[in-house]
């Protein structure tokens, strides 16, 4: 895991490359505090830099430091990520004659491609963004994994490409304005990133997840181009699932998952699983004490804290063999602050609510203790059908399919779904507009965005799934993860992103992933055993414990302060006359979490707007 960057022109001299790519680096030390370098390149067309930050995982010694070159000195690469799989590969490459210099994971990507081509990708199990030199033929590959783990934003202007793992550098660099339009989508509907090249800063573009780009350099454009289609892959999948009774299919799904975890669990550093004391991360945890001789968990909780995640962590630990480390600090105002400023630093972005900065607290406490990669169960409920609203698709979906004795016996599992979470008919109400559609009612001019967030309901219901993975649900969730995770210089893997186990899940017929009122059934009946029951058969799950209590003491004050102060500024996206101490009190942000969404973006706006 670390931090790649590179510029290249045709017409601008070397040491102004040099210097907005050291720039660059520097302000993506997190991402890789092990090593840095920024290596000048030139070639026939024009002027090529690029710059790597490396946090050691695999192959710790210099040797794998980037930017790499293969034993010819033809091809290049600074490359972001692990290739999980990377000892088959490069055994596969070994009998047809490939030699290698390293122990490393990068070397194989390199060798990969000069014996298959882009094809390379494809055989791929892991997490990545690279760009790949190749001089002889003029070319510079950009490439971005499957589902978009890995980061990777650049801007082409002026015959000036430059690229880089995160925004703030390029944004500053090329003077780019905060992107509105960002911003509205994420307040109304929660979703920032999607399968676009969407990005916080307007003219900065995200490479697509499954997209790969050749720039030729003698005349270079941006064109990005998908390697991946996961909706054939899962037809294709459907297919060769077909004739497999339950038995078999539940024995596929633990073969894949354990084979997913198993992989993800090579490391050349001490590594660890993050514990949210949901299903998902408890099913990862207890795969991963299954395969490693010791395994240590981080929880945000407290096993003395009910309403936290920490009872159920304790009884994973004992149930499992798990080291659980509880997360739980004692912070004063000037501690949030701290955080939340953190935090905001590290996302350069907005977010909607608090647990982002419990997130952050996690991986802070896991890199103090010496710890550099995370196993985390991010996915589960995107590829297994995790989420409520999946309920009402399948209802829908049955209806207009006329399937009515099937209708019936579902219609029941979700009446018990229904009671045993009633208390979350308030929190649905006050977020009704992101359910139901219609003109947002808030308090900032942003420009108005629509997302279809249904599906047609004569859809099977996979295919809404598969929106949740592409564009909905996970870009977001895994923007969170990536920059919360490289604030603190920590690796996170996530076993249900391998595509193997995503394309299975969307695949599995809908009555292994509903029933009888739960979603995830198909985890809920591999984990039997392997977790405890309060777990397994829960049909709520807690998340993080992110009390209001952080905005009384001290966090909301904070915010209603620096919107105040930045009033001037923000005038152009407020509404004409808006009380900024009444609308944005720690009190408003308490009651109504919209409000608080708009403070965090308003403080982030300000910063953007005004630098």
């Known amino acids: 895991m670390c931090g790649i960057a590179g510029a290249f022109s045709t017409s601008q001299p070397m ?335 907005p977010f909607p609510t608090l647990s982002i900065l419990a997130q952050n607290f996690v991986y802070k406490a896991a890199r103090s203790e010496g710890y550099k990669v995370l196993l985390g169960g991010q996915g589960g409920d995107e590829g297994f059908m995790g989420y409520r609203k999946f309920f009402l698709f399948q209802l829908r979906y049955l209806l207009a399919q006329k399937q009515y004795l099937e209708l019936a016996g579902f219609a029941l599992g979700l009446a018990r779904l229904l009671s045993a979470e009633l208390y979350k008919l308030g929190l649905f109400w006050q977020n009704r507009q992101r359910y139901f559609g219609g003109p947002a009612q808030g308090n900032l001019r942003l420009p108005s965005v629509r997302l279809a967030l249904g599906t047609d309901h004569r859809q099977a219901p996979w295919l809404r799934q598969m929106l949740d993975v592409t564009r909905y649900s996970l870009p977001t969730l895994l923007r969170y993860e990536d920059r919360n995770s490289m604030g603190h210089s920590i690796e996170s893997r996530l076993p249900f992103l391998d595509y193997r186990v995503l394309e299975l899940g969307l695949a599995l017929p809908v009555h292994l992933k509903l029933r009888h009122g739960y979603g995830k059934w198909a985890l809920r009946q591999m984990a039997q055993g392997k977790i405890p029951d309060s777990i397994r058969t829960a049909r709520y799950k807690r998340g993080f414990d992110v009390t209001q209590s952080w905005l009384a003491t001290g966090l909301g004050s904070h915010l209603q302060e620096q919107i105040q102060a930045a009033e001037p500024v923000l005038r152009e996206v407020l509404t004409p006359n808006l009380n900024l101490a009444h609308t944005y009190s720690p009190a408003q942000m308490q009651q109504q979490p919209h409000r608080l969404a708009e403070a965090i973006s308003l403080v982030w706006l300000a910063r953007k707007l005004s630098s």
């Not at 520097?26 to 505090?33: D, H, I, M």
């Not at 995200?206 to 991946?228: D, K, R």
């Not at 037809?235 to 077909?242: D, W």
């Not at 630990?317 to 997360?327: E, N, S, T």
């Open 15 to 349: 040491p102004e490359l040099t210097k907005l790519v050291g720039k660059i680096v520097n302000s993506q030390l997190p991402r890789g505090p092990d090593h840095q370098a920024v290596v000048e390149l030139p070639q026939p067309a024009g002027q090529l830099v690029l710059g790597h930050n490396r946090l050691s995982i695999i192959d710790l010694s210099e040797h794998s430091n980037q930017p790499l070159w293969d034993h010819s000195r033809r091809y290049c690469i600074v490359f972001n990520g692990e290739i999980y799989n990377y000892l088959e590969l490069r055994t596969e490459l070994q009998t047809l004659g490939h030699r290698f210099q390293t122990q490393g994971d990068t070397e194989v990507i390199l060798e990969a491609y000069k014996a298959w081509g882009k094809q390379a990708w494809e055989r791929f199990i892991g997490m990545f963004a690279f760009a790949l030199l190749d001089t002889q033929a003029g070319q510079l590959w950009l490439v971005r994994d499957r589902f978009g783990v890995k980061p990777l934003f650049y801007r082409l202007q002026h015959g000036l490409l430059a690229f880089a793992s995160s925004t703030e550098a390029l944004a500053q660099h090329f003077g780019l304005s905060p992107n509105l339009e960002y911003v509205s989508r994420g307040l109304f509907y929660y979703v920032y990133e999607d399968d676009s090249d969407i990005s916080p800063y307007t003219g900065l573009h995200a490479l697509p997840a499954g997209h790969h780009a050749c720039v030729q350099l003698s005349q270079p454009s941006i064109e990005p181009q998908p390697y991946y289609d996961l909706k054939s892959r899962v037809e294709q999948k459907i297919q060769a699932l077909r004739g497999m009774d339950e038995k078999a299919l539940l024995e596929e799904l633990e073969t894949t998952l354990h084979s997913a975890v198993q992989l993800r669990l090579r490391s050349d550093v001490p590594l660890a699983v993050s514990l949210s004391g949901g299903l998902d991360s408890s099913l990862v945890a207890a795969l991963a004490a299954q395969q490693h001789e010791r395994v240590v968990g981080f929880c945000y909780g407290h096993p003395q804290a009910p309403r936290s995640e920490g009872p159920l962590a304790r009884e994973l630990a004992q149930k499992a063999g798990i080291d659980v480390h509880f997360v739980w600090p004692e912070l004063s105002k000037e501690h949030l602050v701290q955080a939340f400023e953190k935090t905001l630093a590290a996302q350069d972005a």
